[in-house]
Structures are given as structure tokens and as C-alpha cells.
């Protein structure tokens, strides 16, 4: 029998505390029980429910660990009230150390686990990172629900505003817009940014930047504009990179494998572009935590939450990739096409995500706007019908609107639609 005069139950205060409330009362009291009493005690002050995944978990962390120090930290990424988080976390502590698991502080420990309580629709997901030096390992243990009723989110009734920003015969890669006096229109195409004013109630040049590449482009060639607040833009393509100045205004282009910015302040994220393909490799900077890299996909979104970001990944797959540093989960991308982005709003939880259909290309594509209560999408608006084949969709550098090109199947001409979120219908 383990003696209890040499258990060690010192925490990592500094990942404990900040994320899981202190233990009071009769956890406290318990935790000062010989071991036998205190795995009873523990038992009784939690859901027997717990019992089965609580010992899982303890023994693929076990597994991994052996006996000796190990620093543990807890993250309540559930719905779990805080009496069911304390009784897990005791009862997981008891079972660890009647294994011979000694918790110390980081400095003292040569293991880190990290516990990570997270859910679906369907069930609780708990998940022990386990690190050893270099070498770390993941153990994941699935919970049936409880027996309560879900909460029901009842889907916001969005409207997806569209205005037409600009047209034109040739491709259009990107347009951003600035909100000035007069108004001014970037557009970036495969040769060229051009820079436009409003005038007298008409668009006139103001300046066409050429673009001068060595390679021949990449088949559907697809690039990126950034309004920065140092100078006016930069723009990205397939093996290149363009920043212009200030003013007066020009532009220098180089070939480059920089990353593109997938997102800006809060959640900014970069992420490599293959310079031959119309795709994302899936290496990120700097990573969502600790994932620095994911699945190739084709377009990316960020939904920030209270404690952390959930970033969404439209993989060449064909599944819906959600990480949010500790867990990753696939959904099928059911009726879902290759572009997503997320746009923020003062309507329902203040982020939506845009996501376009996926048609057979003979009718016009979809853009529908989702909610992500928790895991799962919720439809949120009715779809907004675009003119053609989305061929971009990305959140503007503010983050409040989202702009889409599609290819008009009428005159085939390119238009770039502003995308904005009225509340209510």
C-alpha cells in the first residue's frame, strides 16, 4: 500500500489555479485522508457516472507516465459545472497517486500532463498531452453526456447584406476596400494591382502597379490583399509577395515564401501557401498552441472564445478540421465548399462564420452564414445566392465584413461583393 505520509499532492499553481478553482471544503478535507478513505470519499463526492473514464484516463496517463514526479494541469473546455470539474480532477489525483504518481510543481517534475476537458454534441472528450523531453504523447478518453436535456440553441435569424464592390472582364484575386474621402478601390488580378477613386460619382485610375513574375502561375490561381497601417497594402500570390509604400504610392515585388495572413488582430494567424498548387500546405505560424501545423486546406476561419481560439480548417479532404490547441476534431463538410471566413459581428455571439455551398457548378453558389454554439455548426441565416462560382472569400483586414468574388455565369464577368450581417431577418 502506498504510504500516505509520503503522498505528494503539490500543484502547478501557476496552470492550476489560473484555470480550475481552487479546492475547498470537504475536497480539501478529503485530500488529507489516508488513501483508501480518500478514493471512497472522492467516489462519493462525484457522479458514480465518472468512475469508469476517471480510472481510463489514470491508466493511459499511467501507462505513459510510470511512477515518479509529474506536474499536472487542468482546462475545463466543457460544460461541466464546477462540481463536476473538482470531483473529476480529485478523483483523478487519488488514482494517480495510488499508482505511484507524486504531483510536484513544474521545475521539480520530469512529466508535464496537461488534462483537457472538452465535448461534442454527443459526448465528453478528455485528453491527457503527456510530455517527456522531446517526446509527447496524447490520450484521449470518450464520456457519454449526461442523462439532462442539451441546452437548445435556437439559431439567430441573420441577413447577409451584399454590395457589389467591382467588376470587371479580367480575373479578380482580391479587392479591398478603403473608407475614405473619395472612397478607394484595390483590386489585385494576376498582372497587376490598380488603384481606384471616386470621382464625380464615377471610378477613375488613379494607378495600376504591374506585377512582374518569372514563373508561369499555378492553375486557379487565387491571392491576398492586407490594408496595413504603416502603408497602404500588401499583396500575395503563389511564390510571391508585393508591398507598396505609403506615399506617394508604388509597389516592389519579390519572390518570396513568407507566410499569408489567414487572420489579423486578436486572432492573427499566418500560413504557408504552395507556390504551385491553390492551396494551403498546412504549416502555421505562429500555430494554434501547440499545433504548428494541420491538414492542407483551402481556406481557414477563427472563432474566438472566452479562454482560447477554435479556428476552423476547410481541408483538401473534404472534412471540416477544428483545433484549438489541445483538441482536434473532423466534421464532414456536408454541403460545404472550400471557402470559409469568419467576420464579427454585434449579432448573436459576435462571431459568424461565411461559408459557401457546394454546388455542382452548373447553379449559382450559396453563402450561409453559421453559428458555432459549440462544436457543430447552426445555419444562421437564410443562403444569400451569388451570380456565379465563388472563386475568394476572405475577411477583410478589419474584420467586420467579408468579401466574395465570384465569376457572373450571365456576362462572365468577375464581381466582388462586400459581405456584411444585419441582426434579425
Not at 6 to 32: E, I, K, Q, W
Not at 101 to 129: H, T
Not at 289 to 296: I, L, Q, R
Not at 321 to 339: C, F, I, K, P, Y
Amino acid at each position: 500500500m502506498l504510504n500516505p505520509n509520503a503522498l505528494d499532492l503539490t500543484m502547478n499553481t501557476a496552470g492550476y489555479n489560473s484555470r480550475v478553482p481552487r479546492m475547498t471544503g470537504l475536497l480539501a478535507r478529503c485530500l488529507r485522508l489516508p488513501c483508501p478513505l480518500l478514493l471512497i470519499l472522492s467516489l462519493v463526492c462525484f457522479a458514480a457516472d465518472w468512475s469508469t473514464p476517471v480510472h481510463q484516463l489514470a491508466q493511459k496517463i499511467v501507462a505513459d507516465t510510470g511512477p515518479g514526479a509529474v506536474s499536472l494541469t487542468f482546462s475545463n473546455r466543457s460544460s461541466l459545472t464546477r462540481m463536476d470539474v473538482d470531483a473529476v480532477q480529485a478523483a483523478l489525483i487519488t488514482q494517480l497517486a495510488a499508482a505511484g504518481v507524486r504531483l510536484v510543481n513544474p521545475e521539480q517534475a520530469s512529466v508535464v500532463v496537461q488534462i483537457s476537458l472538452s465535448e461534442n454534441l454527443q459526448k465528453y472528450v478528455w485528453v491527457a498531452q503527456v510530455q517527456q523531453g522531446s517526446d509527447t504523447k496524447v490520450e484521449i478518453v470518450s464520456v457519454a453526456r449526461l442523462d439532462t436535456p442539451a441546452p437548445i440553441h435556437e439559431p439567430v435569424q441573420l441577413t447577409i447584406r451584399k454590395i457589389l464592390a467591382w467588376s470587371q472582364d479580367e480575373r479578380i484575386l482580391d479587392v479591398a476596400v478603403i473608407d475614405s474621402s473619395p472612397p478607394r478601390v484595390i483590386v489585385l488580378d494576376p498582372n497587376k494591382v490598380a488603384i481606384y477613386a471616386l470621382q464625380q460619382g464615377q471610378w477613375q485610375l488613379q494607378q495600376s502597379l504591374p506585377i512582374h513574375h518569372s514563373r508561369p502561375w499555378p492553375r486557379d490561381l487565387r491571392g491576398r490583399l492586407m490594408l496595413r497601417p504603416d502603408h497602404l497594402f500588401d499583396a500575395y500570390l503563389p511564390g510571391m509577395a508585393c508591398t507598396s509604400t505609403a506615399a506617394p504610392i508604388s509597389m516592389a515585388c519579390r519572390d518570396s515564401d513568407d507566410p499569408w495572413p489567414l487572420a489579423t488582430q486578436p486572432t492573427a494567424m499566418n500560413a504557408f501557401f504552395s507556390p504551385s498548387r491553390n492551396f494551403f500546405t498546412g504549416a502555421l505560424s505562429p500555430g494554434v498552441a501547440k499545433d504548428k501545423t494541420v491538414v492542407p486546406f483551402s481556406s481557414a476561419a477563427p472563432i474566438p472564445r472566452e479562454k482560447y481560439v477554435l479556428w476552423l480548417f476547410a481541408g483538401t479532404d473534404g472534412h471540416l478540421h477544428e483545433v484549438d490547441g489541445m483538441n482536434n476534431q473532423m466534421l464532414a463538410r456536408t454541403n460545404w465548399g472550400s471557402d470559409i471566413a469568419a467576420i464579427k459581428t454585434s449579432c448573436g455571439s459576435g462571431w459568424q462564420i461565411l461559408a459557401t455551398s457546394s454546388g455542382d457548378g452548373t447553379a449559382p453558389d450559396t453563402i450561409r452564414a453559421y453559428e458555432f454554439p459549440d462544436r457543430d455548426p447552426v445555419a444562421a441565416s437564410l443562403p444569400t445566392e451569388m451570380n456565379g462560382s465563388v472563386t475568394s472569400l476572405w475577411t477583410e483586414s478589419t474584420g467586420n465584413g467579408v468579401m466574395a468574388v465570384s465569376q457572373n455565369q450571365q456576362t462572365g464577368k468577375y464581381e466582388a461583393y462586400r459581405l456584411a450581417i444585419a441582426c434579425g431577418q
